[in-house]
């Protein structure tokens, strides 16, 4: 791939990711790759993304392949929460995401981001592991914040990004790394494809 070449598929439907790539300037072209996101019993959650990154990219491929699409970086990732062992995803509804954000209030919790590259056969991966302190959080807060409508598409309920911003008291690690893509793993995954930063 040239360095000037920045386009990459992406199989990933998160606005949020697409929104990171850009600010690396990296152009996106989707791929709509669908797994089984079930957790396997005894997985802990940094296997449990790592294997969705790693089948998101398959499946990605899989496509392109099948399409007879040019070959260039598909990359792929997938973000949990986890609390004391606990696999948090995406809430099933509103009382799913009332008892995640129950969960987390006034406590630390750790948010696992992996990141896989393919282009042929050929598959990187890196995980990014942050933790994240919440204040403590009244019946109030959560009501209001689920009307917003915001925790709804995100793993563990909320969007550091977005207005639970206010309930963070304290991350160690990767800000984008919660937001869904951590840059800074990312950045080092494609350049191991060819692309250049910054």
Request: some cysteine; proline content about 5%.
């Amino acid at each position: 791939m040239s360095t000037n070449d920045t386009l990459i598929y992406l199989a990933s439907a998160s606005p949020r990711r697409r929104e990171l790539l850009q600010q690396l300037g990296v152009r996106t072209e989707r791929i709509h790759a669908e797994i089984d996101e079930a957790v396997l019993p005894g997985e802990n959650a940094v296997a449990y993304t790592e294997r969705l990154a790693r089948d998101k990219a398959a499946a990605g491929w899989h496509l392109v392949e099948s399409c007879g699409l040019p070959s260039r970086p598909l990359l792929a990732a997938d973000t949990t929460v986890v609390l004391d062992g606990e696999i948090f995803g995406k809430p099933a509804d509103a009382a799913d995401a009332r008892r995640m954000l129950e969960a987390f209030s006034g406590r630390s919790h750790q948010v696992v981001t992996s990141v896989a590259v393919r282009e042929g056969e050929r598959t990187l991966l890196k995980t990014s592991v942050t933790d994240v302190a919440f204040r403590p959080l009244t019946a109030l807060d959560i009501a209001r914040y689920i009307d917003t409508g915001e925790p709804f598409d995100k793993a563990g309920a909320y969007g550091i990004q977005g207005r639970a911003a206010v309930f963070i008291e304290r991350i160690e690690g990767s800000y984008t790394g919660v937001v869904g893509l951590p840059v800074f793993e990312t950045a080092a995954l494609l350049s191991e494809f060819g692309l250049v930063f910054p």
